[in-house]
């Protein structure tokens, strides 16, 4: 009798188990061993981050086309979408940085501002946001404050370094 219920309880007992993963490291491991926070959820297909960020190179070509009321539309669009994936995700600088961006390229030079520096208390080294900054400085005639952005950017050989140093040197 046992024999004929020892399969059905072998099988029974085999799929109840708890099934563990070969994997040595959560995920949550990994992002504290990196010292990064996981911003995965703000490149899902549609997240506010996506959008805006996507209304923002479509806005870029417009910009290069010299067509510029859709560029102004499609700025004003990414600004939408950031402030939104803003307020869902507070303080992240890829976010920040962006919605800065959107506002220097519309000509709202104070909310930008206000944008870049919310975004370099968090991360003071932020290459882009650093960029963004003395791109704005240099456009508001604070020449000095733009090269203090610079001196920030010195020692990341980055291409937004070469950039900067450029645009200051043509001042």
Known sequence: MIKKYLPFIFITFFLCSPVCSAESKSEKDAVWNTGKDDISHLKAKNSNFKKGYDALKQAKKYADKKKKYKATKRFNDSIKFFTLANEENPNQPDILGYLGYSFKMVGD??????????????????????????????????????????????NCKCEEFEELQNLISKY
């Open 109 to 154: 030079f104070t909310m930008a501002e206000i944008h870049f520096e919310q975004g370099l208390t968090i991360d003071l080294q932020h290459v882009k946001i650093n960029e963004y900054l003395g791109e704005l400085y240099l456009e508001t005639n604070r020449i000095n404050k733009a090269k203090e952005r610079l001196k920030v950017l010195k």
